[in-house]
T-cell receptor, first 113, second 117 residues
Framework: TQLLEQSPQFLSIQEGENLTVYCNSS?????LQWYRQEPGEGPVLLVT?????EVKKLKRLTFQFGDARKDSSLHITAAQPGDTGLYLC?????????????FGQGTTLQVKP | NAGVMQNPRHLVRRRGQEARLRCSPM?????VYWYRQLPEEGLKFMVY????????ESGMPKERFSAEFPKEGPSILRIQQVVRGDSAAYFC???????????????FGEGSWLTVV
């Protein structure tokens, strides 16, 4: 069974600080997604990375897919209170042809003003 | 362009009753996925359906749970004889193509929160 482990599980920082969230596995994934979820709402897709070594930027968010497609990172520059939320990584099993996603446990981020 | 629509958003059922959760995918999407998020746990895949077909139900509990996606109308996740352990958030997602073709990118609805009392 493929697993995705996220670290840290909880992160509380001051506005303006930088942070990195990690998503690791011993398995290879064909693609990896990052979602953000607010309390009481569904996950909102931030990005999909497909190619090993790929880097994508979304304003102050930088996403990287590991060369071996086993891990990914999310870096936030100059965090703002609006970045507060649960960040989830999800990977598609390499052997799957159904698009079934395996989710990490999530990283809860709190950005204090 | 409406997103994935789920209803009801909140549902309270007594033990032994039935719960029906509905999901209308995004316009143009014919592939639907159901996920469950238990308290303090991550999202877990339940089932993947196309119109009138169940493609992958490897995450569905063997008993009491069923899903359908008829030719007309929304997808339905049905839970019979609910127990307290069924209390969770149930999320529906959709994609325009089979997941592995669309880069496994799927779009989630806002969820249905089931509470069993």
């Amino acid at each position: 069974t493929q697993l995705l482990e996220q670290s840290p599980q909880f992160l509380s920082i001051q506005e303006g600080e930088n942070l990195t969230v990690y998503c690791n596995s011993s398995s290879v994934f064909s693609s990896l997604q990052w979602y953000r979820q607010e309390p009481g709402e569904g996950p909102v897709l931030l990005v999909t990375v497909v190619t090993g070594g790929e880097v994508k930027k979304l304003k102050r968010l930088t996403f990287q897919f590991g060369d071996a497609r086993k891990d990914s990172s999310l870096h936030i520059t100059a965090a703002q209170p609006g970045d507060t939320g649960l960040y989830l990584c999800a990977g598609a099993e390499r052997s799957s042809n159904t698009g079934k996603l395996i989710f990490g446990q999530g990283t809860t981020l709190q950005v204090k003003p | 362009n409406a997103g994935v629509m789920q209803n009801p958003r909140h549902l309270v059922r007594r033990r032994g009753q039935e719960a029906r959760l509905r999901c209308s995918p995004m316009k143009g999407h014919s592939h639907v996925y159901w996920y469950r998020q238990l308290p303090e746990e991550g999202l877990k895949f339940m089932v993947y359906l196309q119109k009138e077909n169940i493609i992958d139900e490897s995450g569905m509990p063997k008993e009491r749970f069923s899903a359908e996606f008829p030719k007309e109308g929304p997808s339905i996740l049905r839970i019979q004889q609910v127990v307290r352990g069924d209390s969770a958030a149930y999320f529906c997602a959709s994609s325009p193509h089979p997941g592995h073709i669309s880069g496994n990118t799927i779009y989630f609805g806002e969820g249905s929160w089931l509470t069993v009392v």
